[in-house]
């Protein structure tokens, strides 16, 4: 428990947040976020989605303390998300992050190791650790000028890492990203995730949030206008699906006669289930590695 009587079960907290801004155009003032309010359990993986504009950015630069509310509050394991101490707490990578491209990814950890105040064989071990967590142990002495969309933004997973923070907070940490790459990165959220790090996200890529959050907000015009677990939010609530291995065909019939039957119940759609397009592009790309290797060897 925390001097303001908040637990550690809360990562983050986020009461009635407002921000606005003053435009120079004829002195009015814009809102960027309306009232909003979100809660993130320790350990949990959140996704807030929105259009551009939507107020996503701006509050996730509110938890970050980056910028201070119009009104209401936003507070990290307890802490007022403004003071510094809370910032100790988090992992931080940006849409677009920035690193010397002089420097190779083994030479960029260990720099922001000492910006964090790691020395000596404890650095070194760190760097290690993240560059075999990210699997980069293979590229440590390549300059990250000649890395790929991907590899880079490993890098910045790894550096946000770097002083084992408690929360993570992710801006579209696949923009830009191939698929392939993209998967690596949802698998190590998910990894992450295991090892009890709380996640808050942002993504335009809908997809990619339904793999890896457990909980979503959608914000509209800086208003939270839905926010639930995604069984909650996509279920089809006068629905129900059945995936049928095997059936034979006179089974099938029997099913269809027996809706037919029904005076309320109709088929709404019948047919063998579809993988995705993004799926399909792995498993093949996967399949052509597998299969290249089987002919080296």
Known sequence: MTDSGVTRDIAVEVRNLVKSYKSSFKRQTFQAVDNVSLQIESGEVYGLIGPNGSGKSTTMKAVLGLISPTAGSCRVFGADSTRVDARSEIGFLPENPYFYKHQTSAETLRF???LC??????????????LELVSLEHARDRRLGGYSKGMLQRVGLAQALIQEPQLLILD???????????REIRDLILKLKSQGVTIFLCSHLLEQVQEVCDRVGIIFEGKMVNEGTLEELTEIRNQHEFIIKNASPALVQDIEDLIANNQQAEVVRSGKPRSSLEKLFIDTANEQKHNKKGNKS
């Open 117 to 130: 105040g790691i020395r000596g064989k404890k650095l070194t071990n760190k760097v290690n650790e993240l």
């Open 112 to 114: 922001y190791g000492k």
């Open 172 to 182: 579209e940490p696949t923009a830009g990203v191939d698929p392939i790459g993209s």
